[in-house]
């Protein structure tokens, strides 16, 4: 599937506006439906000291509410993309379901593919952006671009985990 040529420049301009960092996170929820395409859109942050995890943001709140954290558990998807920082695509409703434990509500939503991107800084996944869409929506070839925009979305991870 061909994609569009991505635009960057929404999210860059975005960094300098006020109200961070919801302004990152909404550019990064636009602009990566442009070039990549979702349904649904969460970040996911890390508090690596605490070793948990919080839902930040989400583009279905009903649905993914933002807030409470959850500890860490350490299964093969959290030692391949968080641990590793490699991309996972899962290419059907099988592949969610082998991952996700909340994978009936994914597919409610029609969603039975997933491109989860995590977003490194100084050597270690600090968040990951999820994207989830049709069956066979993803493919290894919109992980250039994914991660690309999650370099972005450093400086606003950095800022939730500061924070606290």
């Known amino acids: 599937m061909t994609r569009p040529v991505p635009d960057f420049a929404p999210v860059v301009d ?45 583009n279905m709140p009903q649905e993914y509410p933002v807030g409470g954290r959850k500890p860490i558990t350490t299964t093969p998807w959290f030692q391949k993309v968080l641990g590793e920082g490699v991309p996972y695509v899962g290419y059907t409703y099988a592949d969610i379901t082998d991952v996700f434990y909340d994978h009936a509500l994914i597919r409610s939503l029609g969603c039975e593919s997933v491109l989860n991107v995590p977003v490194r800084w100084n050597g270690a996944s600090i968040a990951t952006i999820n994207l989830l869409h049709a069956a066979g929506w993803y493919s290894e070839a919109d992980i250039a671009t994914a991660r690309h925009f999650a370099a972005l979305a450093v400086p606003g991870v950095l800022q939730v985990i500061a924070a606290g």
């Open 14 to 58: 975005a960094m300098g506006q006020p109200g961070q960092p919801g302004a990152l996170f909404d550019a990064l929820d636009a602009a990566m439906g442009q070039a990549i395409g979702h349904k649904l859109f969460t970040i996911l942050v890390i508090h690596p000291g605490a070793q948990e995890s919080q839902r930040y943001y989400s």
